[in-house]
């Protein structure tokens, strides 16, 4: 315990102008500004947005600004997006192990996203209340985009000359065969909705419950195969920046990608947004909420200088690396040309928690070896917390059981505490399910 204490100790303790120094020794392209706009025509009062610009990852020090932006897609009443509106961000930046830098800030912030998913769901469902939403969730640290999605709300990114990027995955059983095939392999059924006569109507939904979504947060009442582990996807974009559109089903349902981002082309953010919505009320008119935010990543005015012509290369050493370099630049051309202007940096989909906040190299070196049962917070060994625990999806501790059938025993003796929510962090501090 006192070695625990000592490391949770001597990682918090960084000094502050430390951290500030590797923040601008790290800080090698300048910074793009940020400009966003939004808008919304509302018809059942159940999708809500989020826009921060002013977060920090170092205090007090101003080139570790972020932004967030976020969009929740409420269904069966308001009361989940709400909650995962005032209650998300928190949850995520409380996973983010504390005394990071730029680069393991970005590294952490794929798991950070998953914990806080699970974590807002959690505490949702124990309010007993069953409404639920979709939450699509942006964060974007100078040229660096994370997203982090369930449900169908969509993120988009338009490049100049890149093309038309997706950053999320819609979680529709009608759609996403995936899915499907994760909801009925454990066990679930999907189908439409049956009528007199046994003729089936509508999209595919799973049942019990009958949702047509397989992943959201909330919807305690639905059954165990809907799960809150987010789709989570990482880009970095180049010096020409880009225009994200972030909107809820409304917009999707009426408009496919290419057309949002041809509708609001060369509009300001504020402008576009509006535009977008208007386009969408156009083609099919207000039969669903319909949220959009417009984001746009500008370089800057005055570019960084260029880098100095590097010194003439001594000609054996040019012989003898050419080739290699030559396949290197081939490899990486080859690469960013597939995606446009952007880098792909972390892609990860899985809806199993043992692989999303499982034991890594990562994890074992913010960790004592001790793990704790997210859900009752049991100290549990290494090969309890991993090999007992692993291989199912999410469920909820009292209000869901394994769709995996896959139960543990904790030390307390107590059944069913979910070891996909075990192993996860030793220091309270960083532990997202610590409450």
């Known amino acids: 315990m006192a070695s625990r204490e000592g490391r949770r100790r001597g990682h918090e303790l960084v000094p502050l102008a430390a951290l500030i120094s590797r923040e601008m020794k790290n800080e090698k392209m300048e910074r793009p500004s940020v400009r966003y706009g939004h808008s919304a025509q509302s018809r059942k009062g ?4 989020l826009v921060k610009t002013d977060c920090h990852r170092v205090p007090g020090n101003p080139s570790s600004t972020f932004s967030v932006f976020a969009i929740f897609d409420g269904h069966n009443g308001n009361a989940a997006a709400i909650y995962t509106m005032e209650h998300l961000l928190n949850h995520v930046l409380s996973a983010v192990p504390r005394g990071l830098g730029r680069e393991e800030w970005f590294q952490a912030l794929p798991r950070a996203l998953v914990a806080g998913f699970v974590k807002t769901d959690k505490e949702f469902q124990s309010r007993g209340e069953t409404s639920g939403t979709t939450a699509t969730f942006v964060i974007v640290d100078a040229w660096t985009v994370t997203v982090a999605s369930v449900g169908d709300s969509r993120c988009i990114l338009d490049t100049q000359g890149g093309g038309i990027s997706t950053l999320t995955v819609d979680h529709r059983l009608e759609d996403n065969v995936e899915e499907r095939e994760r909801v009925t392999g454990s066990g679930g059924e999907v189908g439409r909705l049956s009528i007199a006569g046994g003729a089936e109507i509508g999209p595919l939904r799973c049942w019990p419950g009958g949702l047509c979504l397989s992943r959201s947060i909330g919807d305690m009442d639905v059954g165990e195969f809907i799960v809150p582990v987010p789709y989570v996807k990482q880009v970095k974009l180049s010096k ?15 408009l496919s990608s290419e057309m949002v981002a041809k509708s609001c082309h060369g509009l300001p953010a504020e402008l576009a947004a509006r535009q977008v919505v208007k386009e969408a ?7 669903d909420d319909t949220t959009c935010i417009v984001v746009d990543i500008i370089p ?18 040019a012989f003898l690396f050419r080739s290699k370099s030559h396949d290197s630049a081939n490899k990486l051309a080859k690469k960013l040309s597939a995606v446009g202007t952007v880098e792909e940096l972390f892609e990860e989909g899985s809806a199993m928690l043992a692989e999303r906040l499982g034991n890594d190299e990562w994890v074992g070196q913010t960790t004592s070896g001790i793990f704790t049962c997210g859900v009752c917070q049991v100290d549990l060994t290494l090969s309890e917390g991993i090999s007992v625990h692993a291989g199912s999806i999410f469920s ?17 003796g107590e059944q069913d505490c979910l070891g996909q929510r075990t192993g996860l962090y030793t220091d309270p501090q960083a532990d997202p399910f610590q409450l």
């Open 240 to 254: 020409a920046g880009g225009r994200l559109i972030i909107a809820s089903d409304g917009i999707w349902d009426a």
């Open 46 to 49: 159940e999708d809500y947005f």
């Open 281 to 287: 009320l156009r083609s099919r008119g207000l039969k």
């Open 396 to 412: 909820s501790c009292r209000n869901k059981k394994d769709a995996m059938e896959v139960y543990a025993t904790c030390n307390n």
């Open 300 to 317: 800057p005015e005055n570019p960084p200088p260029p880098s100095p012509l590097p010194k003439k290369p001594n000609k054996l050493r």
